[in-house]
């Protein structure tokens, strides 16, 4: 689809060879944005591949631009994130489980409490 400056979107901006620029999109949201980016990435053959960025585009904000991190784009990073995360998240919601605590009423809890400590700092550095 072409670039319509009347609608927000998400596009990926590849430097073919870091020379040719292509804009990809739009997508809907930053995580459609974020495996169109992958699949670009996977069909990238050059070495090294093309650079990569975000491109956030608001008719009333105008655009803006971002780099993708080395971990969003590469497969095997992203796998071992998934999986550490995922193994944490077992561990706790099944020592949650064990002690009789529904998880979710424990992750609330978190949230709440470093959402308090994150107010509690901002408010110490406007001081």
């Not at 904000?61 to 990073?77: N, W």
Request: hydrophobic fraction near 30%.
């Amino acid at each position: 689809m072409p670039f319509d400056p009347t609608r927000s979107g998400y596009y990926v901006l590849h430097i073919w060879g870091d020379v040719e620029p292509t804009l990809h999109g739009p997508y809907p949201d930053w995580h459609t944005q974020t495996i169109e980016a992958q699949n670009i990435r996977r069909a990238d053959r050059e070495d090294p591949p093309g650079g990569m960025f975000r491109v956030k585009y608001d008719p009333k904000d105008g655009v803006s631009i971002s780099v993708f991190s080395g971990d969003e784009l590469d497969d095997e990073g992203l796998s071992t994130a998934r999986e550490e995360a995922s193994a944490e998240l077992y561990a706790a919601m099944k020592t949650c489980i064990k002690a009789g605590v529904d998880p979710l009423d424990a992750a609330q809890e978190v949230i709440d409490q470093l959402r308090h400590d994150v107010e509690q700092e901002v408010q110490e550095q406007q001081l």
